[in-house]
């Protein structure tokens, strides 16, 4: 699957690796993924795309994003957008699938084999795009959960498909390692952004 002669970029699609994840009952390490592709070949870019719930002084993201920018990755965010469904219910939408195609299309000439980390169907002719210009291109998404978490027309275009729980051993940690971040004091009336507000977290 992988040549060790090859140019890499890994894209990773937060919002949809944290959901497959979690699906599959372990977090993933960072430093463990970026080390694990530097070994897979030349990684010439890691980077990570979410959007953010900008207008709070913290969210359960940024010590994520922190890291991931002073450890390698290139981080892409942009703001959440807030809204009440028809319940009531309060949600949040964030769509980071222009930003990664349009790098993945401007990095094409300097790369020879593109990982996406999703398994958001929104792909496929992106991926299309990148096969047609000589590109290789794995996603690595799971099957494993009901329903699964990929695209069957996005699997069906990959030249290569990595299932998560098989990447758990040499990717994963399990959630109960998960650093405890310190307790803050909250103005009244304000809500901390955190693992109750990601399982609301849906894609456009």
């Known amino acids: 699957m992988f040549d060790p002669r090859e140019k890499l970029a890994v894209l990773i699609d937060g919002a949809n690796l944290y959901s497959a994840s979690r699906a599959?009952?372990?977090d993933i390490d960072y430093r463990r993924l970026l080390s694990d592709f530097r070994q897979k070949g030349y990684l010439v870019r890691a980077i990570y795309y979410t959007a953010l719930a900008e207008e709070q002084e913290y969210s359960s993201l940024r010590p994520l994003i922190d890291w991931l920018?002073?450890?390698g990755y290139r981080v892409v965010t942009k703001p959440?957008?807030?809204?009440?469904?028809?319940?009531?219910?309060?949600?949040?939408?964030?769509?980071?699938?222009?930003?990664l195609a349009v790098d993945a299309m401007?990095?094409?000439e300097h790369i020879?084999?593109?990982?996406?980390?999703?398994?958001?169907?929104?792909?496929?002719?992106?991926?299309?795009?990148?096969?047609?210009?000589?590109?290789?291109?794995?996603?690595a998404s799971t099957i494993k959960t009901q329903p699964p978490m990929i695209s069957d027309d996005l699997r069906r275009q990959v030249d290569h498909f990595l299932e998560l729980s098989t990447l758990a051993e040499t990717l994963g940690r399990d959630p109960s390692q998960r650093p405890q971040r310190p307790p803050r004091d909250l103005a009244p009336g304000e809500r901390e952004f955190g693992d109750e507000d990601e399982d609301e977290y849906e894609e456009l």
Request: proline content about 0%.
């Open 24 to 26: 599959l009952g372990f």
């Open 69 to 71: 920018d002073y450890n």
């Open 80 to 99: 959440l957008r807030e809204f009440t469904d028809a319940q009531g219910r309060r949600k949040v939408k964030g769509n980071m699938d222009i930003e």
């Open 106 to 108: 401007e990095m094409a």
């Open 112 to 139: 020879d084999h593109f990982v996406l980390f999703s398994g958001d169907g929104d792909f496929r002719y992106l991926v299309e795009a990148l096969q047609r210009k000589g590109k290789k291109v794995t996603v």
